[in-house]
């Protein structure tokens, strides 16, 4: 069964200063997706940055990158240059292998609020 | 294109009571699933579907049935409604994503239900 686990509830930061929102994850599988969403309080899912399991690069999206480990098994995402717009509730999640029956399902971590402050 | 709409977005219930929760999608996805979320909590799946006539269950299906007949709609029916499925519900589709990705989310903008 697959896990994902965000350990941190809440996280603050001070504008235009980079934070790291943490993420592990737990699979056997080989070939798996890792996704970043941002829910701000209005509620919306929306999709930030993907990491593929065979992707040699980290990912990156404007100011959102993740860093990778994968012998690690974590999937951390990094805000550069805050902003007070970026303070919502970030969730972790891992799709699972296309091979299964249950191909492209998402797992998702209980999320990080985090606030921006000014 | 409209991308993934869910009707209605608040929605109030006396226990026992059943309802259903629309969802369309306008991208031609073949993969839809609906998903719930608690306070404290990620989202979790309730029942998703690989296209038209095609439905399985999810993490969490109890309580809930869905029927797919056209590739645009994946309804979610709650038989008989309880407190405990007072949540957030969401509708997504799968298909090619924006950022290169194979298979992309797009979730709806989500149903709020209390059961009381």
């Excluded at chain 2, 059943?18 to 306070?39: F, G, I, V």
């Excluded at chain 2, 994946?74 to 409604?81: D, E, K, M, N």
């Excluded at chain 2, 405990?84 to 979730?107: K, N, R």
Aim: charged share 15%.
């Amino acid at each position: 069964a697959q896990k994902i686990t965000q350990t941190q509830p809440g996280m603050f930061v001070q504008e235009k200063e980079a934070v790291t929102l943490d993420c592990t994850y737990d699979t056997s599988d080989q070939s798996y997706g890792l996704f970043w969403y941002k829910q701000p309080s209005s509620g919306e899912m929306i999709f930030l940055i993907y990491q593929g399991s065979y992707d040699e690069q980290n990912a990156t999206e404007g100011r959102y990158s993740l860093n990778f480990q994968k012998a690690r098994k974590s999937a951390n995402l990094v805000i550069s240059a805050s902003q007070l717009g970026d303070s919502a509730m970030y969730f972790c999640a891992m799709r699972e292998p296309f091979s299964s029956g249950s191909a492209r399902q998402l797992t998702f971590g209980s999320g990080t609020q985090l606030t921006v402050l000014p | 294109n409209a991308g993934v709409t869910q009707t209605p977005k608040f929605q109030v219930l006396k226990t026992g009571q059943s309802m259903t929760l629309q969802c369309a999608q306008d991208m031609n996805h073949e993969y839809m699933s609906w998903y719930r979320q608690d306070p404290g909590m990620g989202l979790r799946l309730i029942h998703y579907s690989v296209g038209a006539g095609i439905t399985d269950q999810g993490e969490v299906p109890n309580g809930y049935n869905v029927s797919r007949s056209t590739t645009e709609d994946f309804p979610l029916r709650l038989l008989s409604a309880a407190p405990s499925q007072t949540s957030v519900y969401f509708c997504a589709s799968q298909g090619p994503g924006l950022a290169g990705t194979s298979y992309e989310q797009y979730f709806g903008p989500g149903t709020r239900l209390t059961v009381t």
